[in-house]
C-alpha cells in the first residue's frame, strides 16, 4: 500500500515536471513560432515594388503580401521588422527575427550562413516589340540596335545602363526610362520606341490586354530567382514554407501578385 | 511621358511627412534614454578616472581609450548583440538606445575629467584642510562647479548624440533616417526625403544647445566669467 502511494506521488510529480518543461521548451523554430502565435519576418522596406511603405507607412509589396499570404496558411500572426538590407542576414543568424524576404537572390556564399526557401518567384526579363516589327533579337544584347524603353530604377534599367550603355554599345538617347511599365508598351504600340524591356509576367499580361504587341525574348538577365531567408539548417521551418509556396504557385496567387505589382 | 512625376504624389507627401515625423518621437526617445545613461556611466568613470587610485585610474584611461578608439556602428554592433542576446533580452530600442549611452559615455567622461580637473586641485587641499573628508570635498565643492564647466563642451555631446541616434537605424529602429529612406524608395524624390530629414535633425539640435546654453546662462556662478 504504501509502495502504491509513494509511486502514485512520484508520477504526479513528474508529469508536472514534464508538462513545465513542455510548456516551455517547444521541440524545434517551427513549433517555436507556432506556439508564440507569431512569425517574425524581417524586409528592408526600400525596395518597390517588392517592399516599401505607402503614405501611412503601412508596408507595402509583394513580398509583403505574399508573406502576409504564408503567416496566414502557417496559422500565425505576422510581424514586421523593417532593417537596412545589409542587416537582415546577420539578425536570422543571431535568432532576431525567424525569417527574412526582401527580393533575396540565392548566392552560394550567403548559403553558407543561413539557408533558403525554394524560389518563390524567377523573375525572367521579356523583350516585347509591336507586331510587324522587322528587326531580328537572337541575343539579348541585339536590343542595343534599336530605340528602348525601360522602367527607371528597376534591374531591367541597370541591365541595361551597365551592359549595353556603359559599354558604349547602346547610345544613352536610345533608352527610355518611364514611371511605368504599361506607359513604356503604350509608346511601343505607337512606335514611339522599338523594344521594350520588362518582367516576363507583367509583359505577357499587358500584351494581352493591350493588343498589337509580341514578345520576342525572354531569359534570366537581370536578376533571377527570389528566395526566403530563414535560419541555418531549420529544415521544419524550410520545409513548412516550401510546402505553402508550392500550394500558392499551384493555385496561381503568385503569378496574380506578379501582375498586380509589376504591370504598372 | 518620360519620367513625369505621379499625380499623386503631394498629398502623398504629407502623410510621408508626418510618417517622418512620427520617427522623430523615436529620434528623442533614443537621445533621452542614450544621454543620461552615457552622464550617469562618464560621470562616474570621470570620478574613479580622477580620484581613484592607481589601478582604477588606469582601467578608466583604457575604457576611454577603447570605447573612443572604435567606430560607434561598430560598438552598437558588437553591444547590440550582448544587450539583446540569449541572457539579456532587450527590445531593439533600449539595447540600441543603451549602447548609444554606453558610447557616448567614454566622450561624456572625457569632458567631465576636464571639467574636474579645471576646478583645479587647489579648492581640494583647502577643502580637506577645513575638515572635510574626499568624498564630502567632491560632493560639495569640487562637483557643483565642475558641472556647471561642462555644460557648454557638454552640449557638443547632446548634439552629436542626437545625430547619432540615427545608427540604430542599422539595428531596426525606425527612427527619422530609415523613414526618410523609405520616402525615398517609394516617392523616388531622394532631395526632399532627405531635406525634411535634415531639416527635423536641424531644429533638434538647435532647441537643444540653445536650452544648454540657457542652462548655462542660469546657473552660472558669479565667480566664474
Known amino acids: 500500500m504504501k509502495r502504491i502511494v509513494v509511486l502514485v506521488s512520484l508520477l504526479v510529480v513528474a508529469s508536472i515536471l514534464l508538462s513545465a518543461c513542455g510548456g516551455s521548451t517547444a521541440a524545434n523554430h517551427l513549433e517555436a513560432i507556432k506556439e508564440a502565435g507569431v512569425i517574425k519576418v524581417g524586409t528592408s522596406a526600400d525596395y518597390p515594388p517588392f517592399e516599401s511603405v505607402d503614405e501611412n507607412g503601412n508596408k507595402v509589396g509583394f513580398d509583403v503580401d505574399l508573406m502576409t499570404e504564408i503567416a496566414k496558411r502557417l496559422g500565425v500572426e505576422l510581424e514586421w521588422v523593417d532593417m537596412p538590407f545589409d542587416s537582415l542576414i546577420a539578425a536570422v543568424q543571431e535568432g532576431k527575427i525567424d525569417a527574412s524576404i526582401s527580393a533575396f537572390n540565392y548566392s552560394e556564399e550567403r548559403d553558407q550562413t543561413i539557408d533558403f526557401s525554394d524560389a518563390y518567384y524567377t523573375s525572367e526579363d521579356a523583350f516585347t516589340v509591336a507586331e510587324g516589327f522587322a528587326g531580328t533579337i537572337t541575343n539579348p544584347e541585339d536590343v542595343a540596335a534599336y530605340k528602348i524603353g525601360v522602367q527607371t530604377g528597376t534591374t531591367q534599367d541597370s541591365w541595361l545602363t551597365d551592359t549595353l550603355v556603359a559599354t558604349g554599345k547602346l547610345p544613352e538617347e536610345n533608352l527610355f526610362r518611364y514611371d511605368r511599365v504599361d506607359q513604356a508598351m503604350l509608346d511601343l504600340q505607337n512606335g514611339r520606341i522599338e523594344v521594350m524591356m520588362s518582367d516576363f509576367v507583367p509583359a505577357q499580361a499587358l500584351v494581352e490586354e493591350l493588343g498589337g504587341l509580341t514578345i520576342v525574348y525572354n531569359g534570366v538577365l537581370s536578376s533571377g530567382p527570389m528566395n526566403i531567408v530563414i535560419p541555418n539548417g531549420d529544415a521544419e521551418l524550410q520545409q513548412a514554407i516550401n510546402d505553402i509556396l508550392k500550394q500558392l504557385q499551384e493555385e496561381g496567387f503568385i503569378d496574380e501578385l506578379a501582375v498586380k505589382y509589376f504591370a504598372e | ?225
Open chain 2, 1 to 225: 511621358m518620360l519620367r513625369s512625376p505621379a499625380p499623386t504624389l503631394y498629398p502623398m507627401l504629407s502623410n510621408f511627412f508626418s510618417y517622418i515625423v512620427q520617427g522623430t518621437a523615436i529620434t528623442i526617445g533614443v537621445t533621452l534614454v542614450a544621454l543620461p545613461f552615457g552622464l550617469l556611466l562618464g560621470l562616474l568613470m570621470a570620478l574613479v578616472h580622477t580620484y581613484g587610485g592607481k589601478i582604477p585610474n588606469r582601467l578608466a584611461a583604457i575604457y576611454s581609450l577603447l570605447l573612443r578608439g572604435v567606430p560607434p556602428i561598430v560598438l552598437l554592433f558588437i553591444l547590440y548583440f550582448i544587450l539583446s542576446g540569449k541572457v539579456i533580452n532587450l527590445t531593439p530600442f533600449w539595447a540600441g538606445s543603451l549602447s548609444l549611452g554606453i558610447v557616448s559615455s567614454a566622450y561624456q567622461m572625457e569632458i567631465l575629467r576636464g571639467a574636474l580637473l579645471a576646478v583645479g586641485g587647489g579648492q581640494m587641499t583647502a577643502a580637506r584642510a577645513i575638515g572635510m573628508s574626499r568624498l564630502q570635498a567632491i560632493q560639495t565643492i569640487v562637483l557643483p562647479q565642475a558641472l556647471r564647466l561642462a555644460i557648454p563642451p557638454w552640449s557638443n555631446e547632446a548634439s552629436i548624440v542626437l545625430k547619432d541616434s540615427s545608427l540604430v537605424y542599422a539595428l531596426g529602429v525606425p527612427e527619422i533616417l530609415r523613414r526618410a529612406q523609405q520616402l525615398s524608395a517609394t516617392t523616388q524624390q531622394p532631395f526632399l526625403a532627405y531635406g525634411i530629414a535634415a531639416l527635423i535633425y536641424f531644429v533638434l539640435v538647435f532647441a537643444t544647445n540653445r536650452a544648454l546654453d540657457y542652462l548655462s546662462e542660469r546657473t552660472k556662478l558669479p565667480t566664474h566669467p
